[in-house]
């Protein structure tokens, strides 16, 4: 495929996901409506996991990475299970569209609609609560960018093995509410159980939480983090690709 017809081709995709009510919903709205509705009734108060740290101020680095990578745990499986199960990926096949370009495609639109719903958060929580800015604006950037690549990775994986879209977009949706619950954008993880924050340290979400945070309030960097996410990106890629079926 040819760098224009990849081009047209994820722009496509990108359109498509933006007609997803389901993506458009608990992917952008969700995440921000949270963010005003506990910025509301918390304040700035201090922020339990957070020393030092207000909780408007904790809250940005929290709900970015949720949206950053909701948007891979939602859109991504049920797009990929539902065009096997529809039968697009075996047409894709026939045109002579590879794997990587389809699993590309797929990155790519995630990453312009996690970029822009970032913005659109950013603008919102400045235009009303005025939290403190970036401490380190390259590495929350970084954060964001790596959050969405383990993201697209791990829902191209949940997108391979499920048989379908509803079962897809249903664990995917699942983990999501997990991931709010447990993951460090919902109550503090300081006060959860020792069980369920052990639990919730196999998903993404819990990993790039704090890397944002620390960037955001210029806290110790997060390397242990980092290493782990590297760890998710490289395992969830390499069997999304191992076991990606056409039909």
Request: net charge positive; glycine share 10%; proline share 6%.
């Given at each position: 495929?040819?760098?224009?017809?990849?081009?047209?081709?994820?722009?496509?995709?990108?359109?498509?996901l933006l007609?997803?009510?389901?993506?458009?919903?608990?992917?952008?709205?969700?995440?921000?409506?949270?963010?005003?509705?506990?910025s509301?009734?918390?304040?700035?108060?201090?922020?339990?996991?957070t020393?030092?740290?207000?909780?408007?101020?904790?809250?940005m680095?929290?709900?970015?990475?949720?949206?950053?990578?909701?948007?891979?745990?939602v859109?991504v499986?049920?797009?990929?299970?539902?065009?096997?199960?529809a039968?697009?990926?075996?047409?894709?096949r026939?045109?002579?569209?590879?794997r990587?370009a389809?699993?590309?495609?797929q990155?790519?639109?995630?990453?312009v609609?996690?970029?822009?719903s970032?913005?659109?958060?950013?603008?919102?929580?400045?235009?009303?609560?005025?939290?403190?800015?970036?401490?380190?604006p390259?590495?929350?950037a970084?954060?964001?960018?790596?959050?969405?690549?383990v993201?697209?990775?791990?829902?191209?994986?949940?997108?391979?093995?499920?048989?379908?879209a509803?079962?897809a977009?249903t664990?995917?949706?699942?983990?999501?509410?997990?991931?709010?619950?447990?993951?460090?954008a919902?109550?503090?993880?300081?006060?959860?159980?020792a069980?369920?924050?052990?639990?919730?340290?196999?998903?993404p979400t819990?990993?790039?939480?704090?890397?944002?945070?620390?960037?955001?309030?210029?806290?110790?960097?997060?390397?242990?983090e980092?290493l782990?996410?590297?760890?998710?990106?490289?395992?969830?890629?390499?069997?999304?690709f191992?076991?990606?079926?056409?039909?």
């Amino acid at each position: 495929m040819s760098a224009r017809g990849f081009g047209t081709f994820s722009l496509i995709e990108f359109r498509l996901l933006l007609r997803e009510p389901t993506v458009a919903f608990f992917t952008v709205a969700l995440p921000i409506l949270l963010f005003v509705v506990f910025s509301e009734i918390f304040g700035n108060a201090p922020n339990a996991d957070t020393p030092g740290a207000g909780q408007i101020d904790a809250h940005m680095g929290a709900y970015l990475a949720l949206m950053v990578t909701s948007i891979g745990l939602v859109a991504v499986p049920a797009r990929l299970a539902g065009y096997r199960e529809a039968g697009v990926l075996r047409r894709f096949r026939a045109a002579n569209v590879s794997r990587g370009a389809i699993l590309a495609s797929q990155l790519l639109s995630t990453a312009v609609l996690a970029t822009l719903s970032a913005v659109l958060m950013v603008a919102i929580a400045w235009i009303l609560f005025r939290p403190a800015a970036p401490d380190s604006p390259l590495l929350v950037a970084a954060g964001l960018v790596f959050g969405t690549l383990v993201a697209w990775a791990f829902g191209c994986l949940l997108g391979a093995i499920m048989p379908g879209a509803r079962s897809a977009q249903t664990l995917g949706l699942g983990i999501y509410f997990v991931t709010l619950l447990l993951g460090g954008a919902g109550p503090p993880r300081s006060i959860l159980p020792a069980f369920l924050r052990s639990a919730s340290d196999v998903l993404p979400t819990t990993h790039v939480v704090p890397i944002i945070q620390s960037a955001w309030l210029g806290l110790a960097g997060q390397p242990i983090e980092w290493l782990i996410l590297a760890a998710f990106l490289a395992g969830s890629a390499a069997l999304a690709f191992v076991f990606f079926r056409w039909e």
